[in-house]
């Protein structure tokens, strides 16, 4: 049979008693404390001007930020009629179904939120969560790959993988593709800009606005990679929710750029 074997990795990382951490849920933990973590190295080794406390409160506005909207997202673009009929199963968050696109918006109002309440500047936070969130999406990919889900496509590349849930046929790991692409490129690439480029972090919304486009590119070209929801299958025939709603994402990123980066300063 041609395909890499699945590897026996349970998606239960350890459990306590009757408690089972999943490495799914210990993905966004560890995700957020790295970024927390690597937000306070920064704003000392940069002198950005960020109290601890006020850091603190940015990290946890935005971590209910991300579980609120990631949740509501999945539920209203991926969730289908499932969610309409047991509504209470959207409160069921361990059982898996968080959507990027969601994830987002609520981390964005999370900042938003933060930069009010402690008078900080929204687009210079924007960048700092833009810097670090690529920790998050590595992880979760990660995540992804152990618990068999979000699996790629029926293929005969070398490198396929029997994913068990997946029928033992051959198939692109297209969440190993997105953890490289979405997580590892984008985190060297929008930290080398920051960090060595200074007009970049100068014009606060830059780096915003880069990983809006990379990340809307990154996710257009691997879902064609990536098997859609089975819920919902495709659109128009060859077009996945994943592609449309990043569509409008990358026309937002690129207008952001053009407003953040190239237009002039007044």
Known sequence: MTGLAFPEVSPIMFSLGGFAVRWYSMAYLVGIVSAWLWLLRDVQKYRLGFEKTAIEDVVFDVMIGIIIGGRLGYVLFYGGSAFW????????????????????????????YAAGKHKLDFW?????????????LFLGRLANFVNDELWGRVSNVPWAVRFPSGGYLPRHPSQLYEAVAEGLLMLLVLNGL????????????????????????????????????????????????????????????????????????K
């Open 85 to 112: 009929r047991e509504p209470w199963q959207i409160l069921a968050v361990w059982h898996g179904g968080m959507s990027f696109h969601g994830g987002a918006t609520g981390a964005v109002f999370g900042l938003w």
């Open 194 to 265: 920051w960090r060595f480029v200074p007009v970049v972090r100068q014009r606060k919304g830059t780096v915003s606005a880069l990983f809006v486009v990379f990340y809307a590119t990154f996710r257009i070209v691997l879902e064609n990679f990536r098997q859609p929801d089975a819920q919902l299958g495709f659109y128009f025939g060859f077009v996945t929710m994943g592609q449309i709603l990043s569509l409008p994402l990358l026309v937002f990123g690129g207008w952001l750029f053009w407003q953040r980066a190239v237009k002039p300063e």
């Open 124 to 136: 210079q936070l924007t960048d700092m969560a833009a810097l670090y969130a690529p920790i998050g």
